[in-house]
Nanobody, 120 residues
Framework: QVQLVESGGGLVQAGGSLRLSCAASGRFFSINTMGWYRQDPGKQRDLVADITSGGSAKYADSVRGRFTISRDNAKNIVYLQMNSLKPEDTAVYYC??????????????WGQGIQVTVSS
């Protein structure tokens, strides 16, 4: 299994910024896409943003223009810079990575989740 360790969450006032990081480790051949999802209690886990190994990024409409995803392929780390935070951004944020564990063997793994709370 690929281990994904998230950091950078916490409590911030509306309009503030946070930067999430997620480092991947373990045995794998390559990582294709890394991304961030978020989930409120009792709701489904939704995509926030993801980025391919080639740098192509995708964003949810609700965060486009405020959040920026980036990636360090050499270190297998993905970042999420969150600016102009709103109370509705409050959620548990999960890191996700998918790729190849070995030839012909895919993986799709999740981090343990990190809380982001935005106060009004």
């Amino acid at each position: 299994q690929v281990q994904l360790v998230e950091s950078g969450g916490g409590l911030v006032q509306a309009g503030g910024s946070l930067r999430l990081s997620c480092a991947a480790s373990g045995r794998f051949f390559s990582i294709n896409t890394m991304g961030w999802y978020r989930q409120d209690p009792g709701k489904q886990r939704d995509l926030v943003a993801d980025i391919t190994s080639g740098g192509s990024a995708k964003y949810a409409d609700s965060v486009r223009g405020r959040f920026t995803i980036s990636r360090d392929n050499a270190k297998n780390i993905v970042y999420l810079q969150m600016n102009s935070l709103k109370p509705e951004d409050t959620a548990v944020y999960y890191c996700n990575a998918e790729g190849w564990r070995a030839w012909g063997i895919r993986f799709n793994d999740w981090g343990q989740g990190i809380q982001v709370t935005v106060s009004s």
